[in-house]
C-alpha cells in the first residue's frame, strides 16, 4: 500500500554530480523524517542525510558541504543532490521515511535502493 520509490541512480566520474529522487506514495496521513542511506560493498549501511518535516538536516561527515537533501512536503518527496562526488561515494543507496498512516500508526518505510557508481 505504502511506497517509496528512489531514482537517479547511475555511473558518473569523480568530481561530477548526480541527483537522486524519492517519492512516498499511497494512503498517507503524514510523512514525517526522511533521509538517504547507503550500503558500499563490504560496509555497513550508514546514514548519508536526513530532514526533518521543519526542515533540520543532518549530514554524515563524509558528505558534508557536498550532499543536500531537500524535501518537498506537499509533494511526499525528498531529493539528494550529490555534487564533487569521489570514488568512495560508490554504495547502493537508499531512501527511508516514517510515515504514518491512519489506524495504522507509524512505520519506517525503505526504498529499494538505486545504483550510484563513481568511476572514472
Known amino acids: 500500500q505504502v511506497q517509496l520509490e528512489e531514482s537517479g541512480g547511475g555511473l558518473v566520474q569523480p568530481g561530477g554530480s548526480l541527483r537522486l529522487s524519492c517519492a512516498a506514495s499511497?494512503?498517507?496521513?503524514?510523512?514525517?523524517?526522511m533521509g538517504w542511506y547507503r550500503q558500499a560493498p563490504g560496509k555497513q549501511r550508514e546514514l548519508v542525510a536526513a530532514i526533518t518535516v521543519g526542515g533540520t538536516t543532518n549530514y554524515a561527515d563524509s558528505v558534508k558541504g557536498r550532499f543536500t537533501n531537500p524535501r518537498d512536503n506537499a509533494k511526499n518527496t525528498v531529493a539528494l543532490q550529490m555534487n564533487s562526488l569521489k570514488t568512495e561515494d560508490t554504495a547502493v543507496y537508499y531512501c527511508?521515511?516514517?510515515?504514518?498512516?491512519?489506524?495504522?500508526?507509524?512505520?519506517?518505510?525503505w526504498g529499494q535502493g538505486t545504483q550510484v557508481t563513481v568511476s572514472s
Open positions: 499511497g494512503i498517507i496521513a503524514r510523512v514525517s523524517d
Open positions: 527511508n521515511s516514517g510515515i504514518i498512516r491512519t489506524n495504522y500508526g507509524r512505520n519506517d518505510y
